[in-house]
């Protein structure tokens, strides 16, 4: 049977479980830059919208 180093056993497994929470993450927060973009462009539409209806009061 061949030797086993041990830390790279274990630093191998310590990259895996941090790959895998990565990805995790990219799939639960991630969003493309085209997305952002759209989301700032309607809210800056909603609050534009908003601003037309508003009243004087002088």
Do not use: C, I, W, Y
């Amino acid at each position: 049977m061949k030797p086993v180093n041990l830390n790279k056993v274990r630093k191998a497994k310590a990259r895996a479980a941090a790959k895998s929470q990565a990805d995790e993450n990219a799939v639960r927060f991630g969003r493309t830059k085209a997305q952002k973009d759209l989301d700032k462009a309607r809210a800056a539409q909603a609050v534009a919208r908003l601003d037309q209806h508003k009243r004087d009061t002088e």
